[in-house]
């Protein structure tokens, strides 16, 4: 359950912010536009830039849509506040990004468990322009579209490690890819900068063996070394090594990111 309600688009798919919502963006945008620089990866800071979105007001999901579109094929599509897991996987299977159409309130604006605009459009949508990326992404949902809630579960743990969590090895040193740190303040800060954390190298069945808390600050990323290996992720066999492991495996309880 979530205390927030997505707002209804009009017909011709225009969402309409308030003034204080609109004012919301802008903080948050203003205070991550600061705190990304050299710590997001040059991805992300590349496709921030193509996406052209501006700190004085929210997007509209046609706007980011038409960018992705260009770029890899993607769009974003307005959706409640909580969707069912299979609406989730389906959309990404075809290559659409659910975003929940409410911005967190103030009281808010550190954390906030379900996932609003700011996360799906600041945090994912600037990945999204890259294919690689992409492409990951649409595997997955075609792939746990098509199993089971334990298997959903086990590939959640990978979804988990990368697109939200997951850290770029660079020359330039650590960045992040990940749309949950990205989209948070204290984490882009925390991810890097924090001993506390430990920062492991990606390993396909240690990532799907370890569980992960959605409400707390991570105490465990993943790190891959170019953004090719998650092509190259979804070229392996996934799908049979998860099947080996959810026999010895406990169930997580599964978000929706
Ligand atoms: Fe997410």
Same mark, same amino acid.
């Given at each position: 359950?979530?205390?927030?309600?997505?707002?209804?688009?009009?017909?011709?798919?225009?969402?309409?912010?308030?003034i204080?919502?609109?004012?919301?963006?802008?903080?948050?945008?203003?205070?991550?536009l600061?705190?990304?620089?050299?710590?997001?990866?040059?991805e992300?800071?590349s496709?921030?830039?193509?996406?052209? +979105?501006?700190?004085?007001?929210?997007?509209?999901?046609g706007?980011?849509?038409?960018?992705?579109q260009?770029?890899?094929?993607?769009?974003?599509?307005?959706?409640?506040?909580?969707?069912?897991?299979?609406?989730?996987?389906?959309? #990404?299977? /075809?290559?659409?990004?659910?975003?929940?159409?409410f911005?967190?309130?103030?009281?808010?604006l550190?954390?906030?468990?379900?996932?609003?605009?700011? /996360?799906?459009?600041?945090? /994912?949508?600037?990945?999204?322009?890259?294919?690689?990326?992409?492409?990951f992404?649409?595997?997955y949902?075609?792939?746990?579209?098509?199993?089971?809630?334990?298997?959903?579960?086990? #590939?959640?743990?990978?979804?988990?490690?990368?697109?939200?969590f997951?850290l770029?090895?660079?020359?330039?040193?650590?960045?992040i890819?990940?749309?949950?740190?990205?989209?948070?303040?204290?984490?882009?800060?925390?991810?890097?900068?924090?001993?506390?954390p430990?920062?492991?190298?990606?390993?396909?069945?240690?990532v799907?063996?370890?569980?992960?808390?959605?409400?707390?600050?991570?105490?465990?990323?993943?790190?891959?070394n170019? +953004?090719?290996?998650l092509?190259?992720?979804?070229?392996?066999?996934? +799908?049979?090594?998860?099947?080996?492991i959810?026999?010895?495996?406990?169930?997580?309880?599964?978000?929706?990111?």
């Amino acid at each position: 359950m979530s205390k927030y309600v997505a707002k209804k688009p009009d017909k011709n798919g225009h969402v309409d912010f308030t003034i204080e919502e609109n004012e919301t963006w802008e903080i948050l945008f203003d205070r991550q536009l600061q705190v990304i620089q050299n710590r997001a990866c040059d991805e992300f800071i590349s496709g921030l830039k193509t996406l052209n +979105m501006h700190s004085d007001r929210i997007p509209q999901c046609g706007e980011i849509s038409e960018v992705l579109q260009a770029q890899t094929g993607w769009s974003v599509v307005p959706v409640n506040a909580i969707i069912p897991l299979e609406e989730f996987f389906s959309l #990404l299977a /075809h290559k659409q990004f659910p975003a929940a159409t409410f911005i967190r309130l103030r009281e808010d604006l550190d954390f906030l468990q379900e996932p609003d605009i700011f /996360h799906e459009f600041f945090g /994912h949508c600037p990945m999204l322009t890259h294919q690689a990326y992409a492409d990951f992404v649409q595997w997955y949902g075609e792939n746990a579209l098509r199993t089971d809630k334990k298997t959903q579960s086990l #590939l959640g743990r990978l979804f988990w490690f990368t697109i939200e969590f997951g850290l770029l090895n660079t020359s330039a040193g650590l960045r992040i890819y990940g749309g949950g740190i990205l989209s948070s303040f204290q984490e882009t800060i925390y991810a890097l900068e924090s001993p506390v954390p430990k920062r492991l190298e990606f390993n396909l069945p240690t990532v799907l063996q370890t569980p992960y808390h959605y409400d707390q600050i991570q105490k465990i990323y993943y790190t891959i070394n170019n +953004m090719a290996e998650l092509f190259h992720l979804k070229e392996k066999q996934i +799908m049979t090594l998860v099947e080996k492991i959810r026999g010895g495996s406990e169930n997580d309880d599964f978000v929706i990111c």
